[in-house]
């Protein structure tokens, strides 16, 4: 009983260093002459940061690029999300397989592939098109404003599709139904009806793709760099990692706004995602909605699905395929298949750089994720099962580093770190990882924790059993499924993570996003390719690995018992 | 083994306000005695339970179970609920999902390092004493509401407990089966021998289970005595009105006859039992409950509390006609045997007898 008190408050001591620190740094960082030096307060930075010229074009694509990217990947998530629910179109297992391939593709590989196909030199696409079709030039650019919206929304259209579909299936039919019993065709029932009570869905849909793709690096860097075009992140980055000197104060008061914007819009779609709770009413009556026939549209209407789920999951991975297997970029062709061979994958294993990354995401993945799952059990369970004004504290300050942009964050995290010995050491990248995305291994555990009625553990102490026992017996097994879960998340995140890495990531702690980063930058995309290949298959198994352990675990708790 | 329970306080806290959930409560649970907790939502019964059971820790006072003090906030005991050696079943049965039957009965037992041969005799036994003997292997999430029940009595029963606790275990089973369930109940308990604490909302289940009731309401504990005494002769107007459907009127008694006395009130004088003695010229209550208002097409023989009124509306809910009568400005709930030859709207006499209603002392509050 005593103890409960001691843990919230230790819980908040480290949750508080993770997710503050940060920012502390980086404010007092933003006012300091330079990294390291923290006598001497001077606004010269933000000066220095908000004066220069180009200030005004960056603000300018950061807006389109990142409102771009909302607006798309939300309408394509509304129409994938009404075809799932209320029509009768075929396949919708497709539709499950949209909503969890960001496990699957890492989002630089993602990009890397769409400029692999519509890069203006010697793009795959643009050259089949331009054979095809005797064109002179590329058709397609995709360094440009539009090909990186195309791209993030993509990226994005997972996120929002999870927002936008179980609004959706929770819509109440009778409010459709009782439009048409007053006489409204199906597209005006729609437009006056189902898209007006899905407001704030679809807001809170719209606004955190805005936050994902400003806080997004990989396709600023990957597409946006070579064509020039800059945003937030990617002038961040152009601070601290091109030139003689990395200017790692002025970075920080870039950086300051990017943060700002970021936080305001997590704070305007939490109060949405709350406010849509009394929005869309839940059907108590177990009605199936109502499905639509689609009669002879079915099949065209599929088409665009398939095309969707092909573009996103299908295609990246055989291009980058292909390319690690051919010696420089080339239309498919009989040639081509001739030429192709290993090795590109031979060079990347022998490569002593690729080696190291490849070693130390796994480090981080594997480690990174099993000390953050620990915190956030701990951390989920006093969020969920003590509602005191302290948990509500923690809380908070958990889901905090939700709405950090990556790159910002690293730059507050450098600011600690090079004042400690943890600098250019691994444990610098797992603690950064572990702050940046804690809210993912706390979701699956405070919604499995909320599944476990409190008269579960408390029958458990009325039986006799010590809070210790309980947790071992009752809670631990029953959390299983939650730990897995969110164990798999935080390391599939941890192996692919980016634009925190590109800050703290020194030689020696080289990390495979990174190095695919640095591929990308010499147009080595041979080797780039084999290296992505291998982070997929990473990832992959280790969803597989974690999902085997995890119904073997649960078989070992029922055997021990019988 | 009896339980001794003290001055005890427990306040929550919702929204700045206080509420008391436990105010200043004593009370004293005989031993061997099926005892019921019986009140309205909120009234602070399942709170108590929990400070008994040590879930909850009081504010204030102290309960003692048998020889032990288990919370005493004077001399800062508090016995965690695993110390305390009690059963108990809860509302959702709290049956572990992972784990079969066996398992979730055997729990207890496990705890408490008992070797594993002499684990699974006692399993045995208490399966078959709640007639689920050959369940052991099955998954706890398969099996039926009643079933599941019957698994968390028998997880409550295994390890011998001093006291059994039931949470409104019944509130989450449908209508048949309660009762059948209810009946179970009584017979297990009744077989044992052994301090059980009940807590419920539903009269009829504490009328049909308990050795004794006690009422509460708003954290206090209103009344306590056997089911009979609650049901015929309470001492409060709330605890006549919750047990049971009952017509209440009031009046001033002008004169006592024995055991009985008369009551003047808005359709006439009464006669009834005055076993608290209300002396004339008091202001009382009369209680009769709608069973014992009989029906008379005439005024035969002119005996006493025999009223004319205009049967307002008639309800046939099959195991009797359910009729609000009204004599003057009064409307009076009577229940009438569903043979009954009449129709709504007709004027008839009612009469009642004078040893089955009874007065109460007149109260501020309803």
Known sequence: MMKKPTLTTILIVIVGFLTVCPVVMLVVGSFSQGLGTF????????????????????????????????????????????????????????????????????????????????????????????????????????????????????????????????????????????????????????????????????????????????????????????????????????????????????????????????????????????????????????????????????????????????????????????????????????????????????????????????????????????????????????????????????????????????IVIGVGFMWFFVRTPLYATLWALLIGYVATYLPYGIRPLSSAFVQIHSHLEESSRVCGASPFYTLRRIVIPLLIPGIISGWILMATMFVRELTLSVVLSRPGTEVLAVQILRFAEDGLWGKLSALGIMMIIISSSLVIAASLIGKKLTKIEVVDNA | MEIRINGLERDYYSEGKRIRALNHVNLTIPANQIFTLLGPSGCGKTTLLRCIVGLETPDAGEIAIGDEIVFSKARNIFVPPEKRGLGMVFQTYAIWPHMNVFDNVAYPLQNRKMPRDKIRQKVARVLRFVQLDGFDNRPATKLSGGQQQRVALARALVAEPKVILFDEPLSNLDAKLREETRKELRSFLTELKITAVYVTHDRIEALALSDQIAVMRAGQIIEIGDPKKIYFNSDHQFVADFIGRANLLKGKVTRREGRHAVIDCAIGSIVGLNRREIPPGQ????????????????????????????????????????GEIRIGDTLLTITIEPTADIVAKDELYISFDPDHCFLLPAQASA
């Open chain 1, 39 to 406: 006598d001497g307060f001077t606004t010269e930075k933000y000066v220095a940061a908000y004066t220069d010229p180009e200030f005004a074009e960056i603000i300018a694509n950061t807006l389109i690029f990142t409102v771009g990217a909302a607006v798309l990947a939300t309408v394509l998530a509304l129409f994938l999300a009404y075809m799932n629910n209320r029509t009768n179109i075929p396949f919708k297992f497709l539709f499950r397989i949209i909503s969890i391939i960001p496990m699957m593709i890492p989002h630089i590989l993602f990009s890397v592939s769409w400029v692999l196909l519509l890069n203006p030199s010697n793009g795959i696409l643009n050259r089949m098109f331009m054979d095809l079709f005797g064109l002179r030039s590329a058709p397609f650019n995709i360094y440009s404003l539009p090909g990186m919206i195309l791209v993030e929304a993509l990226l994005d259209l997972p996120i929002a599709y999870l927002i936008i579909a179980p609004a959706m299936s929770a819509f109440d039919v009778s409010l459709e139904e009782s439009s048409k019993v007053c006489g409204a065709s199906n597209l005006r029932t729609l437009m006056r009806v189902t898209l007006p009570v899905l407001r704030p869905a679809i807001l809170a849909s719209a606004i955190l793709v805005v936050v994902r793709s400003l806080a997004s690096f990989a396709v600023p860097s990957v597409i946006g760099m070579p064509g020039r075009i800059y945003v937030l992140a990617t002038h961040i980055y152009q601070i601290i990692s091109t030139g003689f000197a990395a200017d790692y104060g002025k970075a920080a008061a870039v950086g300051m706004s990017a943060l700002a914007a970021s936080i305001t819009l997590i704070y305007i779609y939490r109060f949405l995602t709350a406010e849509s709770g009394k929005f869309v009413t839940i059907s108590s009556r177990g009605f199936k909605p109502a499905v639509i026939d689609l009669k002879g549209s079915k099949y065209p209407l599929f088409t665009v699905v398939g095309l969707i789920c092909f573009v996103l999951i299908v295609l990246p991975v055989i291009v980058l395929f292909y390319t690690s297997m051919t010696p420089y970029v080339m239309v498919p062709s009989t040639r081509a298949l001739s030429m192709m061979s290993w090795k590109n994958w031979v060079e990347v294993l022998q490569d002593p750089i690729s080696r190291l990354s490849l070693k130390n995401s796994l480090i981080l993945g594997l480690g990174g994720a099993t000390l953050g799952i620990m915190l956030s059990i701990f951390v989920a369970y006093v969020i969920v099962k003590m509602r005191t004004r302290a948990a509500g504290i923690l809380e908070s300050l958990s889901f905090l580093s939700f709405s950090f942009p990556g």
């Open chain 2, 283 to 322: 202001e009382a209550m009369l209680c009769v409950r709608p069973e014992f208002i009989k029906i008379a097409a005439t005024d035969a023989g002119g005996g006493r509390n025999i009223f004319r009124g205009k049967l307002e509306t008639l309800v046939f809910i099959g195991e009797a006609y359910e």
